[in-house]
Nanobody
Framework: QVQLVESGGGLVQPGESRRISCVAS????????MGWYRQAPGEQRELVAT?????STNYGDSGKGRFTISRGKTTVYLQMNNLKPEDTAVYYC????????????????WGQGTRVTVSS
């Protein structure tokens, strides 16, 4: 079984920074693209950023400017700077394509999410 587990969320004040993390575990051989998405209450889930196994990044509108995505082999991070109240959301880790040690694949994996609340 392959799991994604996020961590690092919590209550932060506007203007502060926070780094959240995601770890993929299981019988993993390769994790290809990994990404961060977020969902605010009453809104659709939106892309924050993705990063390929080669380090190529792509940022959605919500992730441009203040956020930076990075990764290891089975980990992905999101550095969030100058946080604003509109950044309040549950942040989800995603791995759309994972090759397992047995040669099979897992598709479209999601973590449970970590909640980031930006408020004074």
């Amino acid at each position: 079984q392959v799991q994604l587990v996020e961590s690092g969320g919590g209550l932060v004040q506007p203007g502060e920074s926070r780094r959240i993390s995601c770890v993929a575990s299981g019988n993993i051989r390769n994790v290809y693209t990994m990404g961060w998405y977020r969902q605010a209450p009453g809104e659709q889930r939106e892309l924050v950023a993705t990063i390929t196994s080669n380090g190529s990044t792509n940022y959605g509108d919500s992730g441009k400017g203040r956020f930076t995505i990075s990764r290891g082999k089975t980990t992905v991070y999101l550095q969030m700077n100058n946080l604003k109240p509109e950044d309040t959301a549950v942040y989800y880790c995603n791995a759309p394509f994972v090759k397992l040690s047995g040669g099979n694949y897992s598709y479209d994996l999601w973590g449970q999410g970590t909640r980031v609340t930006v408020s004074s």
